[in-house]
């Protein structure tokens, strides 16, 4: 599996690591699960339909970052990803904290993939 960041993914990372320093090394475990099941599993993340693209677009909603103690996966870090399945890639979009932001960023998503 390959993993790619979009440039708008790479500034939301970089702004978030001031707060969680330990973010890089949970992202990793992250991507360590992906390449295993790269399909979206509820309840820790879901497909994300209605946006007019064919790219299959997941939202991971339990990220476990252990900047955030006592939190666990309930750190309220949301991650967005493209899974193509016949590229066998992922393409990282977005990465926020729920308290930051309401939901994902739709324009970005559909400005990269339609």
């Known amino acids: 599996m390959e993993f790619y960041e979009l440039s708008e993914f790479e500034k939301d990372l970089k702004q978030l690591l001031k707060k969680y320093r330990t973010l890089k090394d949970d992202l990793e475990v992250v991507?360590?699960?992906?390449?295993?099941?790269?399909?979206?599993?509820p309840?820790?993340?879901?497909?994300?339909?209605?946006?007019?693209?064919?790219?299959?677009?997941?939202?991971?909603k339990k990220i476990a970052c252990k900047a955030l103690k006592g939190s666990g996966v309930n750190s309220?870090?949301?991650?967005?990803?493209?899974?193509?399945?016949?590229?066998?890639?992922?393409?990282?979009?977005?990465?926020?904290?729920?308290?930051?932001?309401?939901?994902?960023?739709?324009?970005?998503i559909t400005d990269n993939f339609s």
């Open 76 to 108: 309220g870090l949301r991650l967005i990803y493209a899974y193509i399945k016949e590229e066998h890639a992922i393409i990282l979009i977005e990465i926020y904290h729920k308290n930051d932001k309401e939901m994902e960023d739709r324009k970005r």
């Open 43 to 60: 309840p820790f993340s879901f497909r994300i339909d209605n946006l007019g693209i064919k790219t299959c677009v997941v939202k991971v």
């Open 31 to 41: 991507k360590s699960i992906l390449i295993k099941k790269p399909d979206d599993r």
